[in-house]
Each structure stands twice: as structure tokens, then as C-alpha cells.
Antibody
Framework: EVQLLESGGDLVQPGGSLRLSCAASGFSFSNQGMSWVRQAPGKGLEWVSGISGSGSTTYYTDSVKGRFTISRDNSKNSLYLQMNSLRAEDTAIYFC??????????WGQGTLVTVSS | EIVVTQSPGTLSLSPGERATLSCRASQISNTYLAWFQQKPGQPPRLLIYDISTRASGVPDRFSGSGSGTDFTLTISRLEPEDFAVYYCQQYGISPRTFGQGTRVE
């Protein structure tokens, strides 16, 4: 069974930084791409970033380019999202998702990031 | 960026009725169109991918159809557990983009 467990969400001030983690199990982690998808309170879904199985290729939505960095440690079956220069509009639940190709096949429960002074 | 638009915003139906949800994408690559179901306090769940393929464990009352830029999710007979928000997404062109969702209440 695929399991994805996010952690690292917190309250942070505008301009601050945060690192999210996602611990994966139940599948061959290094062979699958992964993504981060977020959902602002009461709003819809927004794909944020993706990474290939090897970690060599990364993708970002325009609004986070230059501020967020996705990475992975295949030896630890873990996915990360380093978030810098955080803004109020980054406030959201952040889900990690297992990708099959570019399809978000399985999702974690999410972790809440709140950017506020 | 590919724009994905869902209609209606809210669908008010009763158990046993048929639900028809629409999704329009300005463009998709191949057949890379998916539908997700989200219930309050839960993550999204993949229902349909490649326009019409049901994900593992999804009941056959859910079906996807469409081509080109217009797509439909049909729930043949609503069960109480089907009342939720449904999102479509094109996942073939970066950035992968979602519709704004349809609430079935």
C-alpha cells in the first residue's frame, strides 16, 4: 500500500523560510516522479512542483520559481520542498503526490503552511 | 498555461440521481485528462485518468468521456458517499492545471 506522510508545516512570517518533507513507502520510490500540490483555505487545487525519479529534472509553477526548491533523497525515500521568501498567498495545505508519468496517482494527507505576521 | 474550466460550480441532486459534470480545457496533450474526488478534510482521490480509465477500486457508476477540449464525468446513480467536490486536471502539459472544481451537494 502506498503511504505518503507530509511534515514540516508551520506558521511562518512573510519573508520567512520553511522546509516540507514527505516520507514515502509501499512503492519503488526512486522509480517514480513526485509532486507537490497545494490548496489554499477553501480554494481549489494548484500544482506547485514536480521532480523526476532520479531527481535530475524539476518543474515549477511560475509563481514559485526562484523561491521554492524541490528535491528528493532516494536513499531515505523522502521528498522535500524548500520554501523561501514566503508570502501570504503561499498559505495552503501542501500535499505530496506520487506521480505515474505525470498523473498524481496517490496523495498524502497534507501539511498546513500558514504565512502571517 | 492551459486553462481548465469546470461547470457548473455546484450541482444540487438527490441520491439515486444522475450527475453530469463538465470540464473544458484550452488544450490537452494526448488523452491526459484526469478527475479527482475530494471530501472535506481529506486529500484528493484519483477517480479517472486518460479521459475514461477508472482508477483501481473506483465503482463503475463513475465514468469519464470526451475528446478534444470538452470532457465529462458522469455518476450514473449518486450514492450518499459521492457528495463531494470534483476536480478535473490536464496533466500532459506543464504546468499541470486543475479546474476550479464542481461541488455535488
Amino acid at each position: 500500500e502506498v503511504q505518503l506522510l507530509e511534515s514540516g508545516g508551520d506558521l511562518v512570517q512573510p519573508g520567512g523560510s520553511l522546509r516540507l518533507s514527505c516520507a514515502a513507502s509501499g512503492f519503488s520510490f526512486s522509480n517514480q516522479g513526485m509532486s507537490w500540490v497545494r490548496q489554499a483555505p477553501g480554494k481549489g487545487l494548484e500544482w506547485v512542483s514536480g521532480i523526476s525519479g532520479s531527481g535530475s529534472t524539476t518543474y515549477y509553477t511560475d509563481s514559485v520559481k526562484g523561491r521554492f526548491t524541490i528535491s528528493r533523497d532516494n536513499s531515505k525515500n523522502s521528498l522535500y520542498l524548500q520554501m523561501n521568501s514566503l508570502r501570504a498567498e503561499d498559505t495552503a495545505i501542501y500535499f505530496c503526490a506520487q506521480d505515474q508519468g505525470w498523473l498524481h496517482a496517490n496523495w498524502g494527507q497534507g501539511t498546513l503552511v500558514t504565512v502571517s505576521s | 498555461e492551459i486553462v481548465v474550466t469546470q461547470s457548473p460550480g455546484t450541482l444540487s441532486l438527490s441520491p439515486g440521481e444522475r450527475a453530469t459534470l463538465s470540464c473544458r480545457a484550452s488544450q490537452i496533450s494526448n488523452t491526459y485528462l484526469a478527475w479527482f474526488q475530494q471530501k472535506p478534510g481529506q486529500p484528493p482521490r484519483l477517480l479517472i485518468y486518460d479521459i475514461s480509465t477508472r482508477a483501481s477500486g473506483v465503482p463503475d457508476r463513475f465514468s469519464g468521456s470526451g475528446s478534444g477540449t470538452d470532457f465529462t464525468l458522469t455518476i450514473s446513480r449518486l450514492e450518499p458517499e459521492d457528495f463531494a467536490v470534483y476536480y478535473c486536471q490536464q496533466y500532459g502539459i506543464s504546468p499541470r492545471t486543475f479546474g476550479q472544481g464542481t461541488r455535488v451537494e
